[in-house]
T-cell receptor, first 115, second 115 residues
Framework: AQSVTQPDIHITVSEGASLELRCNYSYGATPYLFWYVQSPGQGLQLLLKYFSGDTLVQGIKGFEAEFKRSQSSFNLRKPSVHWSDAAEYFCAVGGPTDSWGKLQFGAGTQVVVTP | ETGVTQSPTHLIKTRGQQVTLRCSSQSGHNTVSWYQQALGQGPQFIFQYYREEENGRGNFPPRFSGLQFPNYSSELNVNALELDDSALYLC??????????????FGAGSRLTVL
């Protein structure tokens, strides 16, 4: 069965410091992988996605993620965090063995940015 | 480009009642997926609609039902509400029935409280 694990429930980072959010997945075929961000009271916004090809994916707002098949991971990174990056971040997996539009989300990582 | 809009934004119901939530998909999108996000959790896939038919369903009972209209807008209906149905209900639209169907654009959600 497909699943997503985000090991860190909560991360605190200083503004200007680097950020890495971990994501591990389980999927029976080549996965489609996504990172979404959710600000309070808002829906989810797509940061980046991986379908195939280059394993380092660039997204919006200066985020990038690296797909590592051997580790079943898709970690999200940002070199320098801004106060506006404080939000909840969700990793998700989907793919051709599931219904189109069906994504399995992790439980999320809450990011707090301190001055 | 018009994004995904949902209504109402907040509503309160009592146990046993019925609720209808509405969603207008993003311009150019023909597929709608519905997700339930309980407090502190990631979104859970309810079902997807394509060409006015349910085209995939998650682990939700039949009292969760939906419709898609010719203009691609959609409704989520929940009968016999239970306390555990209290959640943020997210609508997401996408295009087609291939990998693009997994690139979801989310609305801001409808917050349902069941008392």
């Amino acid at each position: 069965a497909q699943s997503v694990t985000q090991p860190d429930i909560h991360i605190t980072v200083s503004e200007g410091a680097s950020l890495e959010l971990r994501c591990n997945y389980s999927y029976g075929a080549t996965p489609y992988l996504f990172w979404y961000v959710q600000s309070p009271g808002q829906g989810l916004q797509l940061l980046l996605k991986y379908f195939s090809g280059d394993t380092l994916v660039q997204g919006i707002k200066g985020f990038e993620a690296e797909f590592k098949r051997s580790q079943s991971s898709f970690n999200l990174r940002k070199p320098s965090v801004h106060w506006s990056d404080a939000a909840e971040y969700f990793c998700a997996v989907g793919g051709p063995t599931d219904s189109w539009g069906k994504l399995q989300f992790g439980a999320g990582t809450q990011v707090v940015v301190t001055p | 480009e018009t994004g995904v809009t949902q209504s109402p934004t907040h509503l309160i119901k009592t146990r046993g009642q019925q609720v209808t939530l509405r969603c207008s998909s993003q311009s150019g999108h023909n597929t709608v997926s519905w997700y339930q996000q309980a407090l502190g959790q990631g979104p859970q896939f309810i079902f997807q609609y394509y060409r006015e038919e349910e085209n995939g369903r998650g682990n939700f009972p039949p009292r969760f039902s939906g419709l898609q209209f010719p203009n691609y807008s959609s409704e989520l209906n929940v009968n016999a509400l239970e306390l555990d149905d209290s959640a943020l209900y997210l609508c997401a639209s996408s295009l087609g029935q291939n990998s693009g169907a997994n690139v979801l654009t989310f609305g801001a959600g409808s917050r349902l409280t069941v008392l």
